[in-house]
């Protein structure tokens, strides 16, 4: 069981367009992050997790040549802008249609910005073809893995946290969202790994901050915990040093396996 975090920060990136990244060690090359999205392989099926604008490079860079299965945690442009390049695994899976997973507001916006990729077939060779389906709470896959999941609030939206299993391992994965419901804490706790959203030092009024996501990685006692979807406030140099056990920074290109 792996995963690879194709990319760690926010909607604008990291650094941010203009200079204004007074915290960063520019030189760390950590510190430059693409857009939120990872890379999950269990029970020999291989799960791409949103699609930022950089998924090309982002998959090109860590040797992603395949997803069996794509599933959108929400519908902000973050996280969908990069869906046109997975026509690239719908090219390379049988009948050339992938399946995609989301809540009801990503599969609107996947309906909004994508129509000419809902046919039953693609309109031609090299051409996406999704087929679009509400994400479950529990999606059996093939070689005996799961991965449930449970909506959690993001503003005025809900997003989808995911949680992977196969035999005894277990991947929480909770990006862009404002608190942990009940149900995703009991699903989370004692994971291997989670990956939970840390915004910036300061609160957000639809993000969790560095502080509150330590708080939840104490409560769930996962074996280690990292942090995504971070902004420039936080230096990798800076943060890793002092976050505390079992936390640390995610950065592009990190892979676990476990």
Same mark, same amino acid.
């Given at each position: 069981?792996?995963?690879?975090?194709?990319?760690?920060?926010?909607?604008?990136?990291?650094?941010?367009?203009?200079?204004?990244?007074?915290?960063?060690?520019?030189?760390?090359?950590?510190?430059?992050?693409?857009?939120?999205?990872?890379?999950?392989?269990?029970?020999?099926?291989?799960?791409?997790?949103?699609?930022?604008?950089?998924?090309?490079?982002?998959?090109?860079?860590?040797?992603?040549?395949?997803?069996?299965?794509?599933?959108?945690?929400?519908?902000?442009?973050?996280?969908?802008?990069?869906?046109?390049?997975?026509?690239?695994?719908?090219?390379?899976?049988?009948?050339?249609?992938?399946?995609?997973?989301?809540?009801?507001?990503?599969?609107?916006?996947?309906?909004?910005?994508?129509?000419?990729?809902?046919?039953?077939?693609?309109?031609?060779?090299?051409?996406?073809?999704?087929?679009?389906?509400?994400?479950?709470?529990?999606?059996?896959?093939?070689?005996?893995?799961?991965?449930?999941?449970?909506?959690?609030? @993001?503003?005025? /939206?809900?997003?989808?946290?995911?949680?992977?299993? !196969?035999?005894?391992? %277990?991947? =929480? #994965? +909770?990006?862009?969202?404002?608190?942990?419901?009940?149900?995703?804490?009991?699903?989370?706790?004692?994971?291997?790994?989670?990956?939970?959203?840390?915004?910036?030092?300061?609160?957000?009024?639809? @993000?969790?901050? /560095?502080?509150?996501?330590?708080?939840?990685?104490? !409560?769930?006692?996962? %074996?280690? =915990? #990292? +942090?995504?979807?971070?902004?420039?406030?936080?230096?990798?140099?800076?943060?890793?040093?002092?976050?505390?056990?079992?936390?640390?920074?995610?950065?592009?290109?990190?892979?676990?396996?476990?």
């Amino acid at each position: 069981m792996k995963i690879t975090f194709l990319g760690t920060g926010t909607s604008q990136g990291v650094p941010v367009i203009g200079g204004s990244n007074p915290d960063l060690d520019l030189s760390n090359p950590k510190n430059w992050r693409t857009r939120t999205s990872a890379f999950v392989e269990m029970s020999g099926v291989k799960i791409l997790i949103d699609a930022a604008p950089e998924l090309r490079l982002q998959c090109i860079k860590n040797g992603i040549d395949r997803a069996d299965i794509f599933i959108l945690t929400h519908g902000h442009a973050d996280h969908i802008a990069g869906m046109d390049d997975l026509r690239r695994f719908c090219d390379k899976i049988d009948g050339n249609v992938l399946p995609v997973y989301s809540n009801e507001y990503g599969l609107e916006r996947i309906r909004a910005m994508f129509p000419y990729a809902l046919g039953s077939t693609p309109r031609s060779r090299g051409y996406p073809c999704f087929k679009i389906q509400k994400m479950p709470e529990v999606l059996n896959l093939p070689g005996g893995g799961t991965v449930e999941s449970v909506e959690l609030p @993001h503003g005025p /939206v809900k997003t989808l946290g995911l949680v992977f299993r !196969e035999s005894e391992k %277990k991947i =929480a #994965y +909770f990006t862009d969202c404002k608190l942990l419901t009940d149900r995703a804490v009991s699903l989370a706790r004692g994971a291997d790994i989670l990956a939970i959203d840390a915004l910036r030092p300061k609160k957000h009024p639809s @993000h969790l901050c /560095v502080d509150e996501a330590a708080e939840y990685a104490a !409560e769930l006692s996962p %074996k280690v =915990a #990292y +942090f995504i979807h971070t902004t420039s406030r936080l230096d990798y140099g800076t943060w890793e040093p002092k976050l505390p056990p079992p936390c640390h920074m995610a950065y592009d290109g990190l892979s676990l396996e476990i």
